[in-house]
């Protein structure tokens, strides 16, 4: 695939590059000197990493792998500080989303998709705990993640505080809300949180949100799928815009 390197010194060349890594597959059991340096790397990096059995290194790659694959990321990210700094250089009221561990690839396309239309400023995820950037991406994002930025943090809490310092209040999706989503405001600079599959936004990242809003729920299900509920707040924001 053209997307991965594989081989000790191939892998550990690009993390010393500029090349963006998005994840890295490591030999399970393995004692390799060489292997523990480049975690050492990846680690100081805060880029994901899997310790797979020799069959899954052996069907990522076909060749000399060494025990050891990284996949490449299929875009260049931006850094947090350039994101929403060129966002309120331009005319428009920013919007950014925040995916607080959304981990399924469908849905991390989906939500790519729908922000790009919504005219979003940016997603920020955090480098570990979130669905890879890959094919799968960005064939459901259809495209869109090409013209939309996408900046990974070490840590989603630094990402808030940051946020924070710009004025910028943080709405946390969540059926734990005290309001609802059209009882919020957004007209003025926000970011929408939105919380992982199976437990949603975690109690830290809700803690520092100036509101948590639901959506009105009229049938027996208790919640609505990650992708659907960001749809339908962004263009809560895009009607107030209007």
Excluded at 15 to 38: C, F, H, R, V
Excluded at 61 to 78: E, L, M
Excluded at 98 to 123: K, P
Excluded at 222 to 228: C, F, P
Aim: glycine share 6%.
């Amino acid at each position: 695939m053209k997307n991965l390197i594989f081989g000790i010194h191939s892998v550990e060349e690009a993390l010393n590059s500029s090349q963006e890594i998005d994840k890295l597959y490591l030999l399970k059991g393995s004692d390799n000197p060489a292997l523990q340096k480049i975690l050492a790397i990846a680690e100081e990096q805060h880029i994901s990493t899997s310790f797979v059995p020799i069959q899954k290194i052996e069907k990522l790659a076909q060749g000399n792998h060494q025990g050891i694959v990284a996949k490449i990321s299929p875009i260049q990210t931006v850094s947090l500080e350039d994101l929403v700094e060129d966002t309120f250089q331009q005319e428009h009221t920013p919007l950014f989303v925040l995916l607080d561990e959304v981990t399924d690839v469908r849905n991390f396309g989906a939500i790519i998709r729908t922000a790009e239309c919504a005219g979003a400023s940016g997603i920020i995820i955090p480098k570990q705990g979130s669905a890879s950037i890959n094919e799968q991406v960005v064939k459901t994002s259809a495209g869109a993640i090409f013209n939309l930025p996408i900046c990974k943090v070490n840590h989603l809490k630094d990402a808030l505080y940051f946020l924070k310092s710009y004025q910028v209040q943080l709405i946390a999706a969540t059926e734990k809300g005290n309001s609802s989503l059209y009882d919020c405001d957004f007209t003025q600079p926000t970011a929408v949180v939105m919380g992982s599959e199976g437990k949603g936004v975690s109690h830290a990242i809700l803690k520092m949100c100036d509101q948590r809003a639901q959506l009105p729920l009229l049938g027996k299900t208790d919640s609505l799928n990650v992708s659907v509920a960001c749809a339908l707040f962004l263009y809560e924001a895009v009607r107030q815009k209007l």
